[in-house]
């Protein structure tokens, strides 16, 4: 959860191979500093030292590469107002704010990363929340557009509307009220709550889950991943659970006349999780470049085997054809190791290896000397994380265009 890594792969021989001391391996981790793109000073400064907590992001146009920091507040714990008053809550599970002064809001933001020189920065204007998943589209007029979800419990779906094509640095932040099918602009311009509440535009950022909530948007199960369906344009969102809903389910919005810089939309549920449908808490999806759904399940490791997710046993890859005779039903094509999830899915570019991430295999096991797994190496090997690459006649079959 502490930053990532740029790596080149190359195919070889038939695999998919990491070039070693190539010039474009690098890491950007919780040391790097990272200046912050901000109308104004953040916690009196415009550079945060490291990025943290990160989850799924997304790419640019450009070819810049979106990461999220998701679980910020397990570090440095999380800023809360009263009266006006900035209270700083500490309490956090790594603790880092016990040995380094690094201020709370410098966390919680999309970072842009050009994977080619290194070069990264923290765009405020995309709000601070728990982020997962910033995917970019192109509204009609060629602005880009990122779709984002909080990910947390009763918290909001946000899209950012860049002002003009090629930057993410200026725009308009909006909140889903899925309710009526609007998008609420979080700007105090265009809002006299917000601007009786927040003193600028910055403040209003660092405060982005305040701000949705005063002006009404609506309350979500965890929204995740989301995807654009390359076919129809319309909006697919995750949302994994819920203490109420625990099975989670796949959200669609379709935007008014399908142009994501639309301030109007539909909203309707396109799958429910549960027993009937074969999956609990979507997590990460991708589209195949035959149009097709892939999704990768994310049940809690404390979850896992339980009574409420028995039936599902260990989280897996699904297959959901979105067109023809078996439209919207999903088939499990993979198994994560016991205790994992299978995240990031990502085709290469011929459309012939899906690449996933195995996190935390043996998660939740009771001690190390009774692990539930030991992927990827077998025997009484410890298990680790890894990424891997799918490929072969099933998955051509299934994705060739």
Not at 154 to 162: R, T
Request: charge should be negative; glycine fraction near 12%; include cysteine.
């Amino acid at each position: 959860e502490v930053g990532g890594s740029i790596i080149r792969i190359r195919m070889s021989d038939g695999h998919w191979r990491l070039v070693p001391d190539d010039h474009y391996n690098r890491r950007i981790d919780a040391t790097t500093p990272i200046p912050i793109s901000s109308a104004e000073p953040v916690a009196g400064t415009r550079e945060a030292i490291g990025t943290l907590g990160n989850c799924a992001g997304g790419v640019t146009p450009w070819r810049t590469v979106l990461t999220c920091e998701e679980n910020f507040h397990f570090f440095y714990g999380d800023v809360r107002f009263e009266d006006g008053r900035r209270m700083h809550d500490k309490d956090t599970i790594i603790g880092w704010d016990r040995y380094l002064d690094h201020p709370p809001e410098h966390y919680g933001w999309v970072v842009e990363i050009d994977p080619f020189t290194g070069a990264a920065n923290k765009l405020t204007t995309l709000g601070r929340f728990a982020h997962e998943g910033a995917t970019v589209t192109l509204a009609r007029d060629g602005r880009p557009v990122v779709y984002m979800g909080d990910d947390k419990t009763d918290e909001h779906i946000y899209k950012f509307v860049a002002d003009e094509p090629g930057s993410l640095e200026q725009g308009t932040l909006y909140a889903a009220d899925t309710g009526r099918g609007r998008w609420l602009p979080l700007s105090l311009d265009r809002d006299k709550r917000l601007k009786d509440a927040f003193r600028t535009q910055t403040e209003l950022l660092i405060r982005t889950r305040e701000a949705a909530k005063l002006i009404g948007a609506t309350p979500q199960d965890r929204p995740e991943d989301i995807e654009i369906d390359p076919q129809s344009g319309a909006v697919l969102i995750a949302l994994t659970k819920h203490t109420m809903r625990p099975y989670g389910s796949l959200l669609k919005l379709v935007e008014k006349n399908n142009d994501p810089s639309a301030e109007e939309f539909t909203a309707s549920t396109f799958l429910a999780g549960g027993t009937e449908n074969g999956f609990a808490c979507p997590d990460n999806l991708v589209f195949d470049p035959r149009g097709n759904l892939w999704l990768c399940t994310d049940i809690a490791s404390h979850d896992l085997y339980g009574l409420v997710y028995a039936p599902f046993k260990n989280n897996g890859l699904f297959h959901i054809p979105m067109s023809g005779a078996h439209a919207g039903i999903p088939v499990q094509v993979a198994s994560a190791p016991p205790g994992a999830e299978l995240t990031g899915p990502t085709f290469s570019p011929d459309g012939r290896t899906l690449f996933l991430s195995v996190q935390h295999p043996g998660e939740g096991s009771d001690t190390t000397g009774a692990l539930s797994s030991h992927w990827p190496g077998g025997g009484d090997a410890l298990p680790r994380p890894g990424v891997i690459g799918i490929s072969g006649p099933l998955l051509d079959g299934l994705t060739a265009a």
